[in-house]
């Protein structure tokens, strides 16, 4: 099998820019949606990974609405941040350690997502790096969601769910070479949610790295590398998920 991406198959996916804010925030994501559908759909809320709303989260928004969701590729940074450096880094960091902020910005993306005429009911989300954070901790908060999906994510948590918090079902996809998300931290992280009461699955994929869905991912770069077997395998994890939790 070679590791080129895989190729898109749809072309009955439309996308929109969507604008929403979050307080003084002016946030700008992208919605996608299958035009063949003439009913609401369950929503997705897609969280970009470290690099902001690229073109990686919205290649993902569209494969996810390729399978008949409405999805929104949310901005979590705004139009102040998009493109500085050492802003990203900045607000990574900050909404890292404050996940009050974290969820506020997210869930100002759920509330976007949930004014598109196109979503119908069911809500979850899927996050990739950074975005997978975003996902877990609003699963920790309890914020109402169907399911949480984090692929490569990080797993790490200054604030651990309480006993009985985690109401949505929850599917992390790892890679066993990730130096960024060492498996000490897939075991912490599993005894936190077996101490949470939650239902949770985690798939930890042999030889893949930290970014594995990244197609343009340079191989050796910062132990980052796209693994195609990883992508296929992880999205049909996540494909039976949605389906088992929205469907």
Not at 22 to 33: E, N
Not at 108 to 125: F, H, I, M, N, Q
Not at 157 to 174: Q, W
Not at 203 to 215: D, E, L, S
């Amino acid at each position: 099998m070679t590791n080129s991406p895989p190729k898109a198959t749809s072309t009955s996916i439309a996308a929109r820019d969507l604008p929403y804010d979050d307080g003084d925030a002016r946030l700008h994501g992208r919605f996608f949606w299958d035009e063949t559908h003439d009913t609401p759909r369950p929503g997705i809320l897609l969280v970009h990974g470290g690099a902001g709303l690229d073109d990686h989260a919205c290649d993902q928004a569209r494969r996810y609405a390729e399978l008949g969701y409405a999805v929104l590729a949310c901005d979590m940074f705004g139009e102040d941040v998009k493109g500085d450096r050492e802003r990203i880094m900045a607000t990574l960091m900050a909404m890292r350690d404050d996940p009050d902020h974290l969820v506020r910005r997210a869930q100002a993306g759920l509330d976007a997502l949930g004014r598109c005429p196109e979503a119908g009911v069911g809500r979850a989300v899927v996050g990739f790096c950074f975005g997978g954070m975003a996902a877990l901790t609003l699963a920790r908060e309890g914020a109402g969601l169907a399911g949480a999906v984090s692929v490569h994510g990080t797993l790490a948590t200054s604030r651990p769910a309480e006993t009985g918090a985690v109401k949505a079902r929850i599917l992390v996809c790892h890679g066993a070479a990730d130096p960024h998300v060492p498996m000490s931290d897939v075991a912490v992280f599993a005894e936190e949610m077996n101490r949470a009461g939650a239902d949770w699955q985690l798939t930890v994929y042999g030889r893949a790295q930290h970014g594995f869905t990244h197609t343009n991912a340079v191989p050796g770069s910062g132990g980052v590398a796209y693994d195609r077997a990883t992508d296929e395998r992880s999205f049909a994890a996540i494909r039976t998920f949605l389906a088992d939790v929205l469907d």
